[in-house]
């Protein structure tokens, strides 16, 4: 920065008005969490850089003229083999428009520079080209990336390219200071400053307001990208070849700053430092009913495999982790959990497999717990416990966003926060009806529903007429059908349902905790009076076979017969049987000489079979409409063949047997 031309009286004026800013009840910003640096940073010699009780890093002074200069020591340089992040707060003073000239966070390797500083003061800010040199020199720091936050808009030369839209409060850009694409040389000859990807404050604000600014810096080694964010700035990512920019993977970092005729104070503190305090925190949380991770947070990158529904229970299983490139432990870590839409079921927290008090809990939101040390032989530690997730207003929304925040803290290290973002859905429950074709009612049906007293009951009849089920929405897991009832008076509808007519109901399942979604079941009354059928009936059948000396054979168990009567209910029937044609061989010549007889289930007499239709069996519908007649038959009951000759001839023989259903009075 230069003002050289500004008249004395004006310079004068400019004190005055900032001396009474600072007297105008404006308070100092509090000093953000952060860590000492002894023997981490270190400043250049011959800066003006120094670092304050509680680990404070005054880049500057607020005064004119001033260079700084603050450098990791040898054994913190960044290896960007490995993934790292950073958390700084970066102070620009409170100077407003009356500021100059501001800071510029640096990666380089330029081993010279970390020693003897030979920068000048002003716009340069301790780390680009000299902005008033005429010819190219070596005052920017060779191999070398920066983030400057300027405060102060160098007229027409070093900042003569930024766009003119408005008045400069302040800018953020970066560029790479020793290499030549960094400038661009301008008619009058002096070099400007190409301002890559370059950010302003918004609202009127300046970079110079007395605020604690965060800068977070995150390295992904693998795609060699360098992503940064000032503030709530949107963030930037930047493609960094190591060998290409700094020749070598193990830089030097820190802050640059310089005043000029305008001056501001100029301070930074380190909250997380690579290297020193790095950690991770892998988190899963995975619903108890499932085999997989419902949610996962890797890389303080959240991924969601699934929904989360309202109700259920999940597992939280946290594994903060110290990384392989810190060269220190890390002490005395606590960990503290804010829960968004779980709360903590009491009885399972859990670290490294021991239970801990719930008395760690505050209202089952929020955790404090000491985890220990995690040290070189010791990388990891495992939290653990169970939460059910919570109720949402499904009156506003059927899902609902929330985070949960996992925050450490240690002897180096102040809050270190890791962010798992998260959906919550309110599970409910389905009713599936195929209705295609519609369900049919019998006559029998109808007047066994129409018996009922209570609506429970007609609802179960219905549900196994139609075969409709429930299930829940999230998973397809089946409800049970006792759930499932109807959202009108089932017994009320079937009282005044009529043959031939048509029913149209809705159903709904009931499971605590989940809302129910309705479907409507279509069913048709027959607009017959039903029917008397044998239903089953075996076309052929055989009995046990015949040995010499055998007097009584059975049939061989594989028979079947039955009655379905779907008329009104309480209708009756009888069953009849006749010998219609003689068992002869099959070559014609003999019949069997034997006796056929029904050997009742109940145990009483046989009755003979001749070929005379003869009653041996008979029931209504009371219970049900279907009367399995063979289901009652044993090894002792049911046909037989009785008094056998020994005079039979041996072969196979056949027979008919014609069997008669008629209706009889209730």
Not at 448 to 453: F, I, R
Request: hydrophobic letters at 35%; a negative charge.
């Amino acid at each position: 920065m230069d003002r050289r031309k500004l008249a004395l009286g004006a310079t004068m004026l400019t004190m005055l008005l900032a001396f009474i800013c600072i007297n105008s009840g404006r308070t100092q910003a509090a000093i953000p969490a952060h860590i000492p640096i002894d023997g981490i940073f270190k400043p250049s010699i011959g800066v003006d850089s120094s670092v304050q009780a509680g680990g404070i890093v005054q880049v500057t002074p607020d005064s004119q003229n001033k260079k700084g200069a603050i450098w990791s020591e040898e054994q913190y340089k960044i290896d960007l083999t490995h993934n790292f992040t950073s958390l700084m707060y970066v102070n620009l003073g409170d100077k407003k428009a009356q500021s100059g000239d501001g800071m510029a966070f640096v990666m380089m390797n330029d081993p010279d520079k970390v020693k003897n500083w030979q920068q000048v003061t002003g716009g340069a800010l301790g780390v680009w080209r000299n902005p008033f040199s005429w010819v190219k020199d070596n005052s920017a720091i060779a191999k070398s990336f920066a983030v400057e936050f300027d405060t102060y808009h160098n007229g027409n030369d070093f900042d003569g390219l930024l766009p003119n839209d408005g008045p400069d409060r302040g800018h953020v850009a970066y560029n790479f200071p020793g290499q030549d694409s960094a400038y661009q040389r301008l008619p009058s000859r002096l070099y400007a400053l190409n301002h890559l990807q370059l950010q302003k404050p918004q609202n009127g604000d300046y970079l110079s307001n007395g605020t604690w600014h965060p800068f977070r810096v995150k390295w992904d080694s693998l795609k060699k990208q360098l992503t940064y964010q000032f503030d709530d700035y949107a963030p930037v990512t930047v493609a960094i070849d190591p060998a290409t920019v700094f020749g070598t993977n193990q830089v030097y970092w820190g802050f640059t700053g310089s005043t000029g005729d305008y001056s501001e104070l100029n301070q930074v503190v380190f909250s997380e430092i690579p290297g020193l305090n790095s950690i991770d925190s892998p988190v899963t949380m995975t619903d108890l009913e499932k085999t997989t991770p419902t949610v996962s947070l890797t890389n303080n990158q959240a991924t969601q495999a699934s929904q989360l529904y309202v109700g259920r229970t999940v597992h939280y299983s946290i594994t903060p982790t110290n990384l392989p490139t810190n060269t220190e432990d890390i002490d005395q870590l606590v960990a503290n959990i804010q829960l968004g839409l779980t709360t903590y079921k009491p009885g399972t927290l859990k670290v490294d497999g021991v239970s801990q008090p719930d008395s760690h809990w505050t209202t089952g939101k929020q955790l404090q717990q000491a985890v220990g040390s995690l040290t070189q032989h010791k990388m990891t530690a495992r939290i653990e416990f169970d939460a059910t997730v919570d109720q949402i207003d499904v009156s506003k929304a059927q899902t609902a966003s929330a985070t949960d925040q996992f925050t450490y803290n240690a002897k180096s290290l102040m809050d270190k926060q890791f962010k798992m973002p998260y959906t919550v859905t309110n599970d409910f429950t389905q009713i599936v009806i195929n209705n295609n074709p519609q369900h049919r009612i019998t006559a029998y049906e109808l007047g066994k529903m129409k018996a009922m007293q209570n609506a429970q009951d007609v609802v179960r009849e219905l549900v196994r007429i139609g075969n409709i089920r429930a299930q829940r929405y999230s998973d397809k897991k089946p409800i049970s059908t006792d759930q499932i009832t109807t959202k009108t008076d089932a017994l009320a509808a079937i009282k005044n349902l009529t043959l031939g007519k048509s029913l149209i109901i809705s159903f709904i399942a009931n499971e605590p905790g989940m809302s129910a979604a309705s479907s409507v079941g279509i069913f048709i009354v027959d607009s017959d009076t039903g029917s008397l059928t044998l239903a089953d009936v075996s076309p052929a059948a055989t009995f046990n076979p015949i040995r010499i000396g055998t007097r009584t054979t059975m049939h061989d168990g594989l028979w079947h017969l039955a009655v379905k009567d779907t008329r009104a209910m309480g209708s009756s029937w009888q069953l009849a049987l006749a010998l219609t044609r003689p068992f002869t061989s099959t070559d014609g010549k003999h019949q069997l000489l034997a006796n056929l007889e029904y050997l009742k289930p109940d145990g009483s007499g046989p009755i003979a079979i001749t070929d005379k239709a003869t009653p041996i069996a008979a029931g209504d519908n009371r219970s049900d409409p279907t009367t399995t007649i063979t289901n009652q038959w044993t090894d002792k009951t049911g046909l037989a063949l009785t008094n056998i000759s020994n005079g039979n001839y041996p072969g196979d023989y056949t027979g008919e047997l014609t069997w008669t259903l008629s209706d009889v009075p209730h």
